[in-house]
């Protein structure tokens, strides 16, 4: 959880989710709904599916045991060697330097490394001083020393040399870089896109909502059925055609219901959800993009995980 949240806001779902998953085995034989569920909200969902498997991993090839090297760690679902440095070191006293970017920082800016930190060649340089510097006979310590002097003392912004336990030996200190370093190239413009989604009622003021397959972003996730709008389009104009392409039904466009804007790691989309009724004498629609589809009541979308852009709507469509 706390590779992509703050401990501030991860503390509450991490107590309720181990208060649901208790032991490796119970969170193994989860409904995979259920897991996403105690998830929401927290984003980055291929973590909790990748945890899940990693915990299936463990119940059929390690007797329900997580397992002491890093070779096997590291083949978990989900682990990187981030992630699997820190885990061996710290809880099996493995000689395997953590390099995250707490690290990066302090090393780049100790050793005066003035390359581009996000490319691969950067941080295999890195890393491989990491290996040298790590004390082998206690690294589970030196990575949290290190990953700790990065997080109070070296930080990004006004870091307090003069408290440094290494500034004498620090470069970037030496010759004042330490605003410069770590240097990262500029990022690229965040592309933005516009998001059209239908709420389909029948008669029983049933709403259709749709299964993401797991291969794709968010899935395992609930959403209403929709997409990109693409250039040229209005806005109604691409909803019909998503909900045709992704259901085989044509649709009416009603009013609008609301807009939401939203970011996500790499763009942002502004989700614009709209009332649509299916035309007379279609056929009944089918999961062309999704996994499975469903008719279900307003009061019943609680009980379905949603991105949170979606869950957004249906707490407007609950009311």
Not at 245 to 257: F, P, T
Not at 287 to 300: G, N
């Amino acid at each position: 959880m706390l590779q992509q949240t703050r401990v501030d806001q991860a503390a509450p779902y991490y107590h309720r989710f181990l208060e649901r998953f208790p032991t490796i085995e119970s969170l193994a034989q989860a409904d995979r709904h259920d897991v996403l569920m105690a998830w929401e909200g927290l984003g980055y969902y291929s973590r909790a599916r990748n945890l899940q498997d990693a915990a299936r991993q463990i119940s059929d090839s390690h007797e329900g045991v997580f397992p002491d090297t890093y070779d096997a760690i590291i083949a978990l679902k989900g682990i990187g060697p981030y992630t699997a440095a820190a885990v061996s070191s710290i809880a099996f006293g493995l000689p395997h330097a953590v390099v995250d970017g707490n690290v990066i920082r302090v090393i780049s800016r100790l050793f005066g490394i003035r390359d581009d930190v996000s490319k691969n060649g950067t941080k295999n340089e890195i890393q491989q001083i990491a290996n040298l510097l790590l004390d082998q006979k206690r690294p589970g310590d030196f990575n949290q020393a290190v990953m700790e002097l990065g997080a109070t003392v070296c930080t990004p912004k006004n870091p307090v040399c003069m408290m440094c336990p290494v500034s004498t030996n620090c470069v970037a200190f030496r010759t004042a870089e330490t605003d410069s370093l770590p240097y990262k190239a500029p990022k690229k413009k965040v592309p933005h896109h516009q998001i059209v989604v239908g709420v389909c009622r029948d008669e029983e003021n049933n709403m259709l909502i749709a299964l993401r397959p797991e291969d794709m972003m968010l899935g395992g996730l609930w959403e209403f059925p929709g997409g990109k709008v693409e250039k040229g389009e209005t806005k109604e104009q691409a909803l019909v055609r998503e909900l045709r392409e992704e259901l085989g039904v044509m649709v009416s466009v009603a009013e609008k219901i609301t807009e939401i804007k939203h970011a996500y790691s790499h763009f942002k989309i502004t989700l614009s959800a709209y009332e649509c009724r299916i035309e007379p004498d279609q056929p009944e629609p089918k999961p062309r993009a999704s996994k499975v589809i469903k008719w279900i009541q307003p009061q019943e979308l609680k009980d379905y995980p949603f991105p949170k852009a979606n869950r957004k709507l249906t707490e407007l469509l609950i009311r």
